[in-house]
């Protein structure tokens, strides 16, 4: 009997309103792709029957499965929307305050404003608990653990039905002991309680940080857990196989790896989306780009510099920050389905608010009572009069209706087109501006860059965010509302390993870190080994924060492998110097001593990346499948519209023109011209640059 030699791999990323499914065969290359609508009430569903579904046009099943990845965003709803009263913290002695006390940082446009009130902390003062006993910050015991402290704090939070604790003791990065031991006691006394050490989630220095980093950690892993449980469950002849989770870092782990770290999955669907994006912007011959990735709820931006996203140490989510590797990622409340609406002074906004997936768009079947970003484009004609191939039928007459009503309430006469522009010009703006920060305000001019678009509301309106900022291009990737689950089958498996020992450059111990670096390197590869990863695929990778004397920030740096000795201190500090300039525009080389402060590995399993296939030539010249009016400036104008599968590659068009595919809708505006790469890239510049 013929054996059944498993091919596809799947990447599924769960959106607000859309789940998004992507299968390649690992054989052939072939490429399928898919939309089911998300089940906010049980995201399981919606994921497992994208995964059927994709599996059944392929004609396959189980046996065919090589396994699944996986973005999700649980663990942000969870911060985002949860209940963090059953969340409890364990300090020592002495510390009650950590939170309270927190930073002194306001944000950014407050200044010493007195209008600023700094947010709620995330465990209330009478739910934080005081452990007795002290360690140094060399790891050395100045006074015992007092374990009948920590027995009356664990009996606390059990009467309280705290259930959900951190324990974050001073010094425990240098020397874990007092935390493993009052781990054991609280567990002894209550069992039931779901515990996070920060020994084992963040064993940095920075107490704020690293007790926030474990409190998240600590709130999120019921949460996880649950989910994960569900989709065990809803899996079922799937479940035997491998289901790996997208990290922020850019990395996946399996799903029991990322339930002893759920923390690392914070900004999991946004970093899938920005990994596929690298592959794109290698493709496509635009190393340097800025991403926008539409969805239903939220754009999501990151920066992109020779095909390799930027990636930072720290970050927040929501008013949280935490302190984890992940990808640098900003994002604003605009989405297909952000909703317009009136502020008390009379102004027009756009979001954050959105419809999600239930109700939807007034647009949608039984959508909401208000209109969206989606209504408006549609009144606009630049939307299809249905989404997903046909599976959503869209009513225009009730979003017209929807946006004139709002026009109402506004002052002067404003036809329902006029409004609907001016959603969509306040979307563009927001867009643009959070570009702005992040290219601008860091000293880059994103002139020099590209716009990668997608998510299924991206292409309908960057290629005009583009124009906004004088951008180089406006990329559309293949199947641009599924970049993220094709980037979920672009990444490799990765696990990230820490330890803090601050050394001045004076009086540095080379046999210590070489010590340290081997710890974590063997970590790192028997983390990996226990997902089953062969070692031959695994490749470690070595890095430093360093920072000068007197400095109270770092900038990580790699570090060079092999041995540890006066060879590797200079270029180490020869690396520091150089990203000092190019982070601050600035650095004191040969005037200042350095301090190194953290050693850091992180380990990768190698995959086998999929690629991107180049299209075949067309013989016949593409034409229009109908034209519609599309209403661009102030008036309509009858616009061809194009099926993006007849573009053969070197297709040249001149704008208005919109191109439809499943699952997205691109726009080329007046005065644009549009051009199809070998592999099917849609690449839109103005009529100035692609002149020159």
Same mark, same amino acid.
């Given at each position: 009997m013929a054996v059944t030699k498993a091919r596809f791999r799947i990447g599924i990323d769960t959106g607000g309103t859309f789940t998004d499914i992507v299968s390649v065969d690992s054989e052939t290359g072939a490429m399928r792709v898919t939309k089911v609508a998300s089940t906010p009430s049980n995201p399981a569903v919606g994921l497992v029957r994208g995964v059927n579904d994709i599996l059944k046009a392929a004609d396959a099943g189980p046996a065919d499965l090589l396994g699944l990845a996986h973005g999700t965003t649980v663990a942000t709803n969870a911060l985002l929307q949860g209940d963090i009263r059953s969340l409890g913290l364990l300090v020592t002695e002495?510390?009650?305050?950590?939170?309270?006390?927190?930073?002194?940082?306001?944000?950014?446009?407050?200044?010493?404003?007195?209008?600023?009130?700094?947010?709620?902390?995330?465990?209330?003062?009478?739910?934080?608990?005081?452990?007795?006993?002290?360690?140094?910050?060399?790891?050395?015991?100045?006074?015992?653990?007092?374990?009948?402290?920590?027995?009356?704090?664990?009996?606390?939070?059990?009467?309280?039905?705290?259930?959900?604790?951190?324990?974050?003791?001073?010094?425990?990065?240098?020397?874990?002991?007092?935390e493993r031991r009052a781990a054991e006691i609280i567990a002894e006394e209550y069992p039931e309680a779901t515990l996070s050490l920060s020994c084992a989630v963040l064993p940095e220095y920075r107490e704020y940080e690293r007790a926030v980093t474990t409190l998240v950690d600590a709130f999120v892993k019921p949460y996880l857990d649950r989910y994960l449980k569900r989709v065990h469950d809803e899996l079922g002849p799937l479940r035997d196989k491998p289901f790996l989770v997208m990290q922020s870092s850019g990395g996946v782990a399996s799903a029991e790896q990322?339930?002893?770290?759920?923390?690392?999955?914070?900004?999991?669907?946004?970093?899938?989306?920005?990994?596929?994006?690298?592959v794109i912007a290698e493709v496509a011959g635009f190393p340097d780009l800025v991403t926008l990735d539409a969805g239903g709820t939220s754009t999501d931006f990151c920066l992109i510099e020779g095909a390799k996203p930027h990636l930072t140490n720290g970050g927040s989510v929501g008013a949280f920050p935490v302190r984890i590797p992940?990808?640098?990622?900003?994002?604003?409340? *605009?989405?297909?389905?952000?909703?317009?609406?009136? =502020?008390?002074? &009379?102004? /027009?906004? !756009?979001?954050? +608010?959105?419809?999600?997936?239930?109700?939807?768009?007034?647009?949608?079947?039984?959508?909401?009572?208000?209109?969206?970003?989606?209504?408006?484009?549609?009144?606009?004609?630049?939307?299809?009069?249905?989404?997903?191939?046909?599976g959503i039928a869209l009513n225009v007459e009730r979003a017209r209706k929807g946006i004139a009503a709002l026009a109402e309430r506004l002052p002067g006469k404003m036809s329902a087109e006029q409004l609907a522009a001016g959603?969509?010009?306040?979307?563009?703006?927001?867009?643009?501006?959070?570009?702005?920060?992040?290219?601008?305000?860091?000293?880059?001019?994103?002139?020099?860059?590209?716009?990668?678009?997608?998510?299924?509301?991206?292409?309908?309106?960057?290629?005009?965010?583009?124009?906004?900022?004088?951008?180089?291009?406006? *990329?559309?990737?293949?199947?641009?509302?599924?970049? =993220?689950?094709? &980037?979920? /089958?672009? !990444?490799?498996? +990765?696990?990230?390993h820490i330890v803090t020992k601050v050394m001045h450059q004076d009086n540095v111990d080379l046999a210590a870190i070489a010590a340290h670096y081997a710890a974590l390197e063997n970590e790192a590869t028997e983390t990996l080994k226990r997902d089953g990863i062969d070692p031959a695929r695994i490749r470690i990778v070595r890095e430093a924060d360093v920072r000068y004397a007197g400095q109270s920030m770092e900038v990580r740096v790699p570090a060079p492998g092999g041995k540890v000795d006066g060879t590797f201190l200079a270029q180490l500090i020869d690396a520091f110097n150089a990203a000092h300039l190019r982070t601050f525009g600035y650095n004191y080389a040969g005037k200042q001593k350095v301090e190194l402060v953290n050693f850091a590995v992180s380990g990768f399993g190698v995959i086998e990346r999929p690629s991107l296939p180049k299209l075949a030539m067309g013989s016949a010249k593409p034409v229009p499948k109908a034209t519609r009016p599309v209403y661009f400036a102030d008036h309509y104008a009858d616009t061809p519209i194009y099926d993006r599968a007849t573009l053969p590659p070197g297709f040249r068009l001149q704008g208005p023109a919109v191109v439809e595919e499943f699952g997205s809708t691109s726009v080329v505006f007046p005065g644009q011209q549009l051009e199809v790469d070998a592999h099917g890239i849609l690449i839109i510049r103005s009529a100035k640059d692609a002149a020159a």
């Amino acid at each position: 009997m013929a054996v059944t030699k498993a091919r596809f791999r799947i990447g599924i990323d769960t959106g607000g309103t859309f789940t998004d499914i992507v299968s390649v065969d690992s054989e052939t290359g072939a490429m399928r792709v898919t939309k089911v609508a998300s089940t906010p009430s049980n995201p399981a569903v919606g994921l497992v029957r994208g995964v059927n579904d994709i599996l059944k046009a392929a004609d396959a099943g189980p046996a065919d499965l090589l396994g699944l990845a996986h973005g999700t965003t649980v663990a942000t709803n969870a911060l985002l929307q949860g209940d963090i009263r059953s969340l409890g913290l364990l300090v020592t002695e002495g510390f009650r305050h950590i939170l309270e006390i927190a930073r002194q940082s306001v944000p950014e446009g407050y200044g010493n404003s007195y209008f600023w009130v700094k947010p709620d902390r995330l465990v209330p003062l009478q739910f934080v608990r005081e452990a007795g006993g002290r360690l140094n910050f060399k790891g050395e015991e100045l006074r015992p653990l007092d374990e009948a402290s920590i027995r009356e704090a664990a009996r606390f939070f059990r009467r309280n039905k705290v259930e959900a604790i951190g324990i974050c003791l001073m010094h425990s990065y240098a020397n874990d002991a007092h935390e493993r031991r009052a781990a054991e006691i609280i567990a002894e006394e209550y069992p039931e309680a779901t515990l996070s050490l920060s020994c084992a989630v963040l064993p940095e220095y920075r107490e704020y940080e690293r007790a926030v980093t474990t409190l998240v950690d600590a709130f999120v892993k019921p949460y996880l857990d649950r989910y994960l449980k569900r989709v065990h469950d809803e899996l079922g002849p799937l479940r035997d196989k491998p289901f790996l989770v997208m990290q922020s870092s850019g990395g996946v782990a399996s799903a029991e790896q990322i339930l002893r770290k759920p923390i690392t999955t914070a900004l999991s669907g946004p970093a899938a989306g920005a990994l596929g994006s690298a592959v794109i912007a290698e493709v496509a011959g635009f190393p340097d780009l800025v991403t926008l990735d539409a969805g239903g709820t939220s754009t999501d931006f990151c920066l992109i510099e020779g095909a390799k996203p930027h990636l930072t140490n720290g970050g927040s989510v929501g008013a949280f920050p935490v302190r984890i590797p992940m990808i640098d990622i900003a994002t604003i409340g *605009i989405g297909g389905g952000s909703i317009a609406w009136i =502020s008390r002074e &009379g102004h /027009l906004k !756009v979001g954050p +608010r959105s419809a999600g997936a239930v109700p939807g768009p007034m647009c949608y079947p039984n959508g909401g009572d208000e209109p969206a970003i989606t209504d408006a484009n549609l009144v606009l004609g630049r939307l299809p009069p249905s989404l997903i191939g046909g599976g959503i039928a869209l009513n225009v007459e009730r979003a017209r209706k929807g946006i004139a009503a709002l026009a109402e309430r506004l002052p002067g006469k404003m036809s329902a087109e006029q409004l609907a522009a001016g959603i969509i010009e306040i979307a563009n703006w927001a867009q643009a501006n959070a570009i702005r920060q992040m290219t601008i305000q860091r000293g880059i001019d994103p002139r020099g860059f590209a716009l990668l678009s997608f998510g299924g509301a991206g292409p309908a309106q960057s290629a005009a965010v583009m124009e906004l900022l004088g951008m180089k291009a406006c *990329i559309v990737p293949p199947n641009p509302g599924n970049l =993220s689950a094709f &980037g979920l /089958l672009a !990444v490799d498996w +990765r696990t990230d390993h820490i330890v803090t020992k601050v050394m001045h450059q004076d009086n540095v111990d080379l046999a210590a870190i070489a010590a340290h670096y081997a710890a974590l390197e063997n970590e790192a590869t028997e983390t990996l080994k226990r997902d089953g990863i062969d070692p031959a695929r695994i490749r470690i990778v070595r890095e430093a924060d360093v920072r000068y004397a007197g400095q109270s920030m770092e900038v990580r740096v790699p570090a060079p492998g092999g041995k540890v000795d006066g060879t590797f201190l200079a270029q180490l500090i020869d690396a520091f110097n150089a990203a000092h300039l190019r982070t601050f525009g600035y650095n004191y080389a040969g005037k200042q001593k350095v301090e190194l402060v953290n050693f850091a590995v992180s380990g990768f399993g190698v995959i086998e990346r999929p690629s991107l296939p180049k299209l075949a030539m067309g013989s016949a010249k593409p034409v229009p499948k109908a034209t519609r009016p599309v209403y661009f400036a102030d008036h309509y104008a009858d616009t061809p519209i194009y099926d993006r599968a007849t573009l053969p590659p070197g297709f040249r068009l001149q704008g208005p023109a919109v191109v439809e595919e499943f699952g997205s809708t691109s726009v080329v505006f007046p005065g644009q011209q549009l051009e199809v790469d070998a592999h099917g890239i849609l690449i839109i510049r103005s009529a100035k640059d692609a002149a020159a």
